[in-house]
């Protein structure tokens, strides 16, 4: 069967499983007796086994299997959890997410489970602590896979309450059989809770469900996977019961068993299920009261039960097509200013504000909370602090803040690469952190919030801060800087020597930072992402990474310029500001023009000679309008005629035949309906 | 030739003017035709890329065909068109002197170019087609219109 089409959907879900199932083993670490969140990941556990089986991943389906079970355990109060279980299913969790990975990289998803497997059963029968000390995870394998097999083989859950029981023993009595059956419906089915409904209904005409798991609410609402469990009293026989559901299309395959209600482990299995459920409530009361954010959170995930998933494609379909519509706006709204009638006008301006809320609309479709990128930092600062045997606290702010999709694709990797250093560089070890009268934990805060036109997302450390000296001392040994220009930097410029390529001031350089390609490796990405980062650090007290991002790539701010008859579009994420120079204040060095901007010397480039602009024969002003840009610490002067104004741009490509144009990175639409191109800084400073 | 002469269909072409000769360009690369329209110039380009063009919403690179082919180029007049071809995934505009027909040209009628037709090289063309007293020669528009073509002439102009 041709699995491919629901392969993106299985990844995308398995994905979003794994996020919320080490969302809360973290949650869990600290407070180990919620049996809530145990249910929470057992839920989430559960649904990925099915799906991986589903889609034929055999390894992954049965190592999640395992996790489950110790899962079961636990929250059946028959296993206490420790930190040994902890990191091994922290440890199964990572081997899934491997899976899952290389299944979305096009590889087929299988890796060598028998190791956290073994370890997972050993846990399940209680000698964990046997297979640690001899190491030897094999033999213990062997050894533990008869017992799992037999316990599996007694113990199948029925979740049922007592009321449940009694029933089923009255109907005992009185000559019905007692049926466990699986149905399994097919893998293309299309309506799984009309199946599901019909097979209820044969069921109900032959005898009585007494539960249904998923419940019934959750099967009408299609909330399962391909099968659903049903425990059944009927007074017919299993064959007659198996035939009626298979007369029902789509259906795959059923499982009947006959339960014996004489097995002891039911009283227990229920007793366990029903204060695990009692414990659950009270969680679950007491969860509003205490923490309105709890409460916020869970409100957010009753809404997304109501998103649906759009193809990105789609999005910047439309988004093209708005961006259009604003051209015409624009052009729309010259037209009727020039033409003065008044109606005219009116239905112009009511047309601009309403394309203005359906430009904030489409632009807010695009927008994903950067808690997607954020989730998965408490799991990785966790392993990473324990690996350097540090003690490290993150503080997350702003997660919900937005950003465009495309951004927050890029942002992941930029912001491992900080957090990292701040966990390697920044945070002391606890020692060192008593010794300068620190408390032993370190707090990383990784904040984000809206600004304007931008997004800023700030890295916060109160670690030791960067040492001036041994950034010169490394940046004057690696020929970053001479030691001439080293006394006069400031120490901004210092700080921002971290960037260069090339550099690295770790004591030892250890695996998880301090390759040498690190710190300018973020701020190439963050730039080519239309943002800039910053580094800001007290000595003793802690260093604050600044990434500022603009919120959507597709719609940028930009100066509009005039040279000669031409307009150029210059982002105005590169300009530092615009000056009027006098032709005196213009010197010469080295044959190169430069002007003096607040004490550094800015060298000018003629837009008109660089771009080879006609002479369109006008006056010029004597004075000299320049745009001060920046690429990184370096600036410099565009000459320009005139400056016309800033405006929200929509930037379009030159199309494929027209590639490497020297300087211009796009073109846009003005309101005339000309075109203007989009000037590329960062190619005009050398 | 066998198979030329076997295959017995016809190509609808799009026929436009440049200089004193006429050329042919498939129907089925042809988007649409345009008047002229102001052009912002694009710097740094080979001479023949006059700039870009603002078509419907789609920043369009314009091409004067004359300067592409080594032709004097001419000042633009009333029927001065552009015409608007996409080969893949290029898409520009055509700068001709005049556009203004359409006509089905039987498939033998079509010869291989010789090495020159009216000052263009063979390269950029498919063939010669003999129409009763009209000569149509037909373009190979991929020729045209690759990008590598386009560096090496930037690099050889400067």
């Not at chain 1, 079961?72 to 040994?84: P, Q």
């Not at chain 1, 539960?211 to 609402?221: C, G, Q, T």
């Not at chain 1, 093209?320 to 008044?342: H, K, T, W």
């Not at chain 1, 080293?486 to 090339?502: N, R, T, V």
Request: charged share 25%; glycine share 6%.
């Amino acid at each position: 069967m041709d699995m491919n089409q629901y392969l993106d959907m299985f990844i995308e879900e398995s994905k979003e499983h794994l996020q919320s199932i080490n969302q809360n083993l973290l949650q869990l670490e600290n407070d180990p007796d919620n049996i809530q969140i145990v249910n929470e990941i057992f839920r989430s556990a559960h649904t990925l086994k099915g799906m991986a089986a589903t889609m034929g991943f055999e390894d992954m389906a049965s190592l999640t299997h395992e996790a489950e079970n110790v899962l079961d355990l636990i929250r059946n109060h028959k296993l206490r959890i420790n930190s040994d279980i902890m990191d091994i299913i922290f440890q199964s969790v990572d081997l899934i997410e491997g899976m899952v990975y290389n299944i979305s990289e096009g590889g087929n998803g299988t890796a060598d489970v028998s190791g956290p497997v073994a370890k997972l059963r050993a846990i399940v029968n209680g000698d964990l602590d046997a297979i640690k000390e001899t190491g030897g995870t094999e033999q213990a394998a062997k050894q533990a896979v008869p017992d799992e097999s037999l316990a599996a083989g007694t113990s199948r859950h029925y979740m049922l309450d007592d009321y449940a029981l009694t029933v089923m023993k009255q109907s005992k009595e009185t000559g019905h059989n007692l049926y466990w059956l699986q149905v399994e419906l097919r893998e293309d089915c299309i309506l799984k809770a009309a199946r599901a409904y019909m097979v209820f209904d044969q069921l109900e005409a032959h005898g009585e469900i007494i539960k249904a798991n998923p419940s019934v609410e959750d099967i009408e609402n299609e909330r399962f996977d391909n099968s659903f469990e049903v425990v059944y009293i009927s007074k017919s026989g299993a064959e007659e019961i198996r035939q009626a559901i298979e007369s029902i299309s789509e259906i795959h395959q059923v499982h009947i068993e006959t339960i014996d209600l004489t097995s002891p482990s039911h009283e227990e299995v229920s007793h366990a299920r029903q204060e695990a459920s009692a414990a659950a409530e009270q969680t679950v009361e007491r969860k509003p009261a205490v923490e309105q954010q709890g409460a916020a959170s869970s409100n957010k995930k009753v809404s997304t039960g109501k998103t649906i998933r759009v193809d990105i494609e789609r999005l910047d379909v439309l988004m093209n097509l708005f961006s259009e519509l604003v051209i015409d706006r624009g052009r729309l709204e010259q037209l009727a200013r020039e033409s003065g009638q008044p109606e005219l006008q009116e239905t112009v301006e009511h047309m601009s504000r309403i394309s203005g809320d359906l430009q904030s609309i489409i632009l807010t479709m695009r927008m994903v909370p950067v808690e997607q990128v954020f989730n998965r930092f408490p799991r990785m600062v966790r392993d990473l602090a324990k690996e350097l045997n540090k003690k490290v606290n993150l503080e997350i702010f702003g997660a919900e803040t937005e950003l465009d999709r495309t951004v927050i694709d890029e942002i992941g990797d930029p912001l491992v690469h900080l957090l990292r250093n701040s966990i390697d560089h920044g945070i002391e070890s606890p020692e060192k952190r008593k010794q300068s009268g620190k408390s032993e934990e370190g707090t990383i805060q990784l904040k984000a919030y809206h600004s304007g036109n931008h997004v800023f997302i700030e890295v916060r450390d109160d670690g030791q801060g960067i040492n001036k000296e041994k950034v010169l001392k490394k940046a004057i040994e690696r020929g970053i800087v001479g030691a001439a220009t080293a006394d006069s930097l400031s120490d901004k410029q210092i700080y921002e020597l971290l960037f260069s390529s090339g550099f690295s001031t770790a004591d030892v350089i250890s695996d998880i930072s301090g390759r040498g390609v690190g710190l300018d490796v973020v701020k190439t990405k963050i730039e080519s992402l239309g943002g800039s980062v910053s580094v800001d650090s007290k000595q003793g007290e802690g260093t604050t990474f600044l990434i500022q991002l603009p919120l959507t790539l597709s719609i940028i701010s930009a100066m509009l310029v005039q040279v000669e008859n031409e307009k150029y579009a210059v982002p105005l994420s590169s300009i530092i500001e615009t000056a009027v120079f006098r032709p005196d204040e213009i010197m010469t060095a080295h044959r190169q023009k430069v002007i003096d901007f607040r004490g550094r010397v800015v060298p000018l480039v003629s837009l008109k000679e660089i771009f080879q602009i006609p002479d369109s024969g006008q006056k010029k002003e004597d004075e000299v309008a320049v745009v001060i840009v920046r690429k990184g610490e370096k600036m410099a002067g565009l000459v320009v005629d005139s400056f016309i104004g800033q405006q929200e741009i929509v930037l379009k490509s030159l199309g494929k035949y027209l590639v490497n144009v020297f300087a211009i990175s796009g073109a846009t639409i003005l309101g005339d309906g000309q075109v203007a191109l989009i000037i590329d800084c960062n190619a005009l400073i050398k | 030739m066998l198979e030329q002469t076997e295959i017995v269909g016809e190509v609808k072409v799009i026929v436009f003017r440049l200089k004193d000769e006429e050329y042919g360009v498939e129907v089925g690369q042809v988007k649409s035709i345009e008047r002229l329209t102001h052009i912002t110039r694009v710097p740094r380009t080979p001479d023949f890329v006059k700039g870009v063009i603002n078509l419907r919403g789609v920043v369009t690179p314009i091409i004067d065909l004359r300067s592409r082919f080594g032709l004097e180029e001419a000042d633009h007049t009333e029927s001065t068109r552009i015409i608007i071809v996409s080969v893949g995934e290029v898409e520009v505009g055509l700068i001709v002197d005049a556009a203004n027909d359409v006509i089905d040209i039987p498939v033998d009628a079509i010869e291989p170019p010789p090495e020159v037709v009216g000052g263009v090289e063979a390269a950029y063309l498919r063939g010669v087609a003999k129409l009763e007293k009209r000569l149509l020669i037909l373009l190979n528009l991929d020729k045209v219109l690759t990008p590598e073509e386009m560096k090496q002439l930037d690099g050889l102009e400067g």
